[in-house]
């Protein structure tokens, strides 16, 4: 079952601006490697009024049998590409997504000139890819298309889309570690972070104590990572991602309700799934893009408790968790995660979050 693309859903609180999540962090504590073990990361538990520092693994035991979790499937494509014009400038391109059924993605392009409709970019000298012109929603990508399929170019030619504040080039160990233990579905340009610290062995003790799982797919997109530019939240146009909610996970979701235990996102990604497909008041299966705006005075109809990492300065992603578990208690917990020497960001630690007033 399918849907139409929705229209930009936003319940914006007038009092807050982009200031009020800005926040200084020590540029030593942005992580650049990950953990040596994916369950090895921190944990910072902050569903009571004092944060308590725990090691990931931990989390089955913050959990209760008949629980929920929700992951997102999504697998990080070698989105990354480097080229040249015909005329021989350089071209750095991310795919930002790559249309199904077709040969054809979009790209976003970087170069001293921008490439016109019915050039082409030679890319890791070994494929021509053909400019069919802008497009996007505000026209600030291009349509390409490549010679053959797409994902069997991007694994084979193809660079780890590492985030910009990751400053090493991509490495065979990021291959590996930018990636969930369970990805199945290949879309994304950026790893659903909060994912990536549950391994084989989480997974199963998990399931030991009873908690149960499901999946969407959100294919995450590079507006992740742009900055909100303007002051006044309600001016803010979000990005679009596509997602689907499978009608098994709708099920899970409906039978987690009815025993009584919480519906956990693992990732902002997959709260952004489950909300948007909630819109119309109740949980429907199917697919979509969504420009789900989530700040405080959202009104949550799916998740109880989130996993997710600690997110850039003035993002949407703090937006959405001030969201989830209140303003003044994430500020506190940032405050105590910098004092305490956490890791940020994407290959960093990670935080148990619950719905305010639960």
Known sequence: MSFSSSSSSSSVTPQYTVSDFDFELPPELIAQHPAAERSGSRLLDGRSDVPVDRVFRELPDLLNPGDLLVFNNTKVIKARMYGAKATGGSVEALIERVLPG?????????????????????FNEAFDAEVLGRCGPDGGMFHL????????LLEQHGHVPLPPYIEHADE?????RYQTVFAREPGAVAAPTAALHFDEALLARMSERGIASAHVTLHVGAGTFQPVRVEHLSEHKMHSEWFEVPAETVAAVAACRARGGRVVAVGTTTLRALESAAQGGELVA???????FITPGFPFRVVDSLVT???LPKST???LVSALAGHGRVMALYRHAIAQRYRFFSYGDAMLLQRAGD
């Open 102 to 122: 077709t040969q054809e993605v979009w790209a976003h392009v970087r170069a001293s000139k921008s490439p016109k409709p019915g050039s082409w970019i030679r």
């Open 145 to 152: 298309r490549f010679p053959s399929d797409p994902f069997a």
């Open 172 to 176: 065979a160990d990021d291959v590996r």
């Open 286 to 292: 199917g697919a979509r893009e969504t420009e789900i």
């Open 309 to 311: 990492n600690f997110h």
């Open 317 to 319: 992603l703090m937006m």
